[in-house]
């Protein structure tokens, strides 16, 4: 939780505001999934070891179907994101994909 690290969540913050407000305003958010999460976790100045900092990443969603207010109990991999979005949309997961929707967040 560096100074650089809290402006850079800080800036991202802003942006995912700018995102929402724009499908808002266009009408389109009540029909858009949102999923925000990160391709790796860190501590100090510090990341890549195999520490819980290190490999626990933030994973959100929001939108149609999705249950507001879960904690997730479920592994989540950073591949998952994709197949969860396929899932969303009614489509089929690839075969020799190793990622699975999180279905968890789903009513």
């Known amino acids: 939780m560096s100074v650089n690290q809290l402006q850079a969540i800080t800036f991202v913050d ?3 505001g700018e995102i929402v407000a724009v499908l808002e305003s266009g009408g389109y958010l009540n029909s858009t999934l949102l999923i925000v999460t990160a391709d790796h976790g860190g501590h100090g100045t510090r990341h890549g070891d195999d520490s819980p900092e290190d490999r626990t990443i ?4 929001v939108g149609p179907g999705v249950r507001p207010g879960i904690l997730l109990t479920q592994t989540i991999n950073t591949y998952d994101t994709a197949a969860t979005a396929l899932y969303a949309l009614k489509l089929s997961v690839p075969e020799g994909w190793d990622g699975k929707p999180v279905l968890e967040i789903f009513n």
């Open 14 to 16: 802003s942006m995912v």
């Open 58 to 61: 933030p994973w959100l969603a």
